[in-house]
C-alpha cells in the first residue's frame, strides 16, 4: 500500500516543553518506520505553546502554533491529543474536553491521573475515546503495558519500585561521595535533575502519584496520597548510609504495593527504606527507576531503565500514540478496563516488617534505661544498639534495629520516643525490608 493510500491520523500534542518537542522530534525522524509498521500517516497537525516568541529546539511552522490548547482538544480533525501540559487545572480541561469529543487521549500526567482518573476514564468510555498514560509511571520503562498486558494472568501480590530519578540520583550520590543531602541536591538542581521547588520529589509526592496509579492498575482501586504512608529522603545521613553499608543495605526511596491474598487488604506507601544489596533494585542507581513485580503465576519480573528526561518519555508517549494509531485503523474498538472489586486498605497492625530507629539524645546516663522502657512497654523488641557520636555538642546518636513489630505499634513508639526529655531531635524511622 502506497503511503497516499494509508489512513491520514492527525495528532495534536497539547505542551511542546521538554517532552513535547522529543515527541515531535522522534516521530519526524522516524515517521516513514512508524507508518510502515502501523498502516496509517501520521500527521503532526498542531501543537499549543504559551509563548509563541520562544526559541524552541524543534522548529516548527508558525502555522502549527497555537496558545490554545482547548481549540486542539476540540478540533474535529485531529484524532490523537497529546496532553503534555503538566498540572491538574488546564491539563484537565484539555483531557476531558477531547475525550467527550471522542478522541484519544495519551497523557504522561501523574498527578492528573492520580487526582482525577475516576473520572477520566469514564469520560473516556462514556464518548468512545481512549485514554493512553504509558509515560505517567517510570518514563520510558513499559510498565503500565506490562501489567495491563503481559502479565494479565497473573494476581499480584507485591510491586515496589525506584520510581523518582530524582531522589535515586541524590542517594546514590550521597553514598558514593560520602557528601551531605544539601550538597547532593543543590548539584542536581545545577543538572536540571531535580526541580528549583524540589518538594514534590524528595518528598515522595512523586512516587505517590505513580504508586496511585500502579495500585489501580494491579487492583483495581484507586488509593489516594492521602490514603497512603507518604515519606521522603530529606532526613537521610551519613549515619543512616553507612549504617545501610556495613549490614549489606542500601537505602531506597519505595513506592510498595502489598495485597494480602488471606486479609483480601491492600497497602500503599511510599517512604525509604534499607533494600538487602542482594535484590536486583539494590543496585540500580543514578537517575535509574527500577519496578520489581511478584505475580502468583509468573513470579518476580523486574524492569530496568530511565524514569525520565526528554527522550525516555517521549519513547513512552510515542508507544501510547502508536498503539492508539492502530486502534485507530482497526475501527477503534473498545479498550478492555480494570474491572475489579474495590479492596479495603489494611490496618497498620496487619503491616510487619523490621525497622531501623535513629535517635539524637542526651550524652548521659540513663538514656538507653528509658528508650528500652518504652519500647518494651509497646512490645517492639529490639535487635541491635549501636552509639555515635552526635550531631550536636553534647549529644549522642542511637541507632537501633528492631526484631519484626507491625506498623501501628512502631508509631506508637516513635510518638512516646518524640515525648522523652532526653531525646533532642524527631527520630528518623526507616523500614527494612526483605522481599
Request: aromatic share 6%; hydrophobic share 45%; glycine share 8%.
Amino acid at each position: 500500500m502506497s503511503s497516499a493510500s494509508l489512513p491520514v491520523i492527525n495528532i495534536g500534542i497539547c505542551g511542546l516543553g521538554t517532552v513535547g518537542q522529543g515527541v515531535w522530534k522522534h516521530i519526524e525522524r522516524s515517521r516513514a518506520d512508524l507508518e510502515s509498521r502501523l498502516g496509517a500517516k501520521l500527521v503532526l497537525a498542531r501543537a499549543s505553546v504559551r509563548d509563541l516568541k520562544k526559541k524552541r529546539a524543534v522548529k516548527l511552522p508558525a502555522s502549527k502554533l497555537t496558545t490554545d490548547p482547548m481549540s486542539i482538544a476540540t478540533d474535529p480533525d485531529i484524532q490523537i491529543v497529546c496532553e503534555l501540559i503538566g498540572g491538574t487545572t488546564l491539563a484537565k480541561d484539555v483531557t476531558l474536553a477531547a475525550l467527550r469529543a471522542g478522541k484519544t487521549v495519551v497523557s504522561a500526567n501523574k498527578a492528573l491521573i492520580c487526582d482525577h482518573g475516576p473520572e477520566v476514564f469514564a469520560a473516556a468510555r462514556k464518548h468512545g475515546g481512549h485514554f493512553f498514560f504509558e509515560a505517567s509511571v517510570a518514563g520510558g520503562i513499559p510498565i503500565i503495558k506490562s501489567l495491563r498486558e503481559g502479565l494479565v494472568a497473573n494476581r499480584f501480590g507485591r510491586i515496589y519500585g525506584i520510581l523518582n530519578g530524582t531522589c535515586n540520583y541524590i542517594l546514590t550520590r550521597m553514598d558514593r561521595e560520602g557528601l551531605a543531602y544539601p550538597q547532593i541536591l543543590g548539584e542536581a538542581k545545577q543538572l536540571g535533575y531535580a526541580e528549583a521547588d524540589e518538594s514534590l520529589d524528595v518528598e515522595g509526592w512523586d512516587t505517590a502519584h505513580k504508586a496511585s496509579i500502579l495500585a489501580y492498575l494491579a487492583h483495581g482501586t484507586w488509593v489516594s496520597t492521602k490514603q497512603m504512608l507518604v515519606e521522603g529522603i530529606t532526613r537521610i545521613t551519613q549515619a543512616d548510609l553507612e549504617f545501610a553499608r556495613d549490614n549489606g543495605y542500601s537505602i531506597k526511596l519505595l513506592a510498595v504495593i502489598l495485597r494480602d491474598f488471606k486479609t483480601g487488604e491492600l497497602n500503599v506507601a511510599v517512604y525509604p527504606a534499607l533494600l538487602p544489596q542482594s535484590l536486583v533494585l539494590a543496585n540500580v542507581h543514578e537517575v535509574y527507576n527500577g519496578v520489581a513485580v511478584s505475580g502468583d503465576v509468573v513470579g518476580e519480573t523486574v524492569y530496568i531503565g530511565r524514569g525520565a528526561g526528554q527522550d525516555a518519555t517521549a519513547s513512552a508517549v510515542i508507544s501510547d500514540i502508536a498503539d492508539a494509531a492502530t486502534l485507530l485503523v482497526r475501527g477503534n474498538a473498545p479498550l478492555p478496563e480494570v474491572n475489579l472489586p474495590k479492596l479495603p486498605l489494611a490496618k497498620p497492625e496487619n503491616l510487619r516488617s523490621r525497622y531501623y530507629l535513629r535517635l539524637e539524645v542526651k550524652d548521659e546516663a540513663g538514656v538507653l534505661a528509658k528508650i528500652s522502657g518504652v519500647t518494651a512497654k509497646l512490645d517492639v523488641s529490639i535487635a541491635s544498639v549501636l552509639q555515635r557520636p552526635g550531631e550536636t555538642p553534647g549529644a549522642a546518636s542511637l541507632i537501633l534495629s528492631t526484631h519484626e513489630s507491625n506498623e501501628k505499634a512502631i508509631r506508637a513508639t516513635v510518638a512516646r520516643l518524640k515525648r522523652l526529655n532526653c531525646v533532642v531531635a524527631d527520630p528518623v524511622l526507616l523500614r527494612i525490608v526483605n522481599f
